[in-house]
């Protein structure tokens, strides 16, 4: 089941994004926090019968409409998530500023109950 693996790459990347936290590499906490979070939206639109492409804001865009919306299976405070964790990963990789611990901490956070939250509804 192929959003078994993606789950299993959620976690896999939450645990480097925590790593990296803990080294203080916080542009590559941003990094992986959000394709933890990416990779956990991915799972469970598959889970739940739908075929994303694998585009990013395609899955930002199905996540919100589809599961928090349409099917109210997640609160409305994740809508924004995935577009802001999105911001703050371009910034980490793409400009020449670095992320600080205060926004990696908040990406982490985020990211923390984003796949906790989808996990346990694929779980169940």
Known sequence: MAYAIYLRKA?????????AFDAAAYNACANRAYYGAYQAA?????AKGFTPKTDHKVVQAMFSSELINNRKIFPARLKSYL???Q???NIADYEPIDTTKKDATIQLKQAREFIALITEEILI
């Open 42 to 46: 991915l799972a469970v639109l598959l």
């Open 11 to 19: 976690h896999e990347n939450l645990r480097s994004a925590e790593r």
């Open 87 to 89: 911001t703050k990963r």
């Open 83 to 85: 577009s802001d964790m």
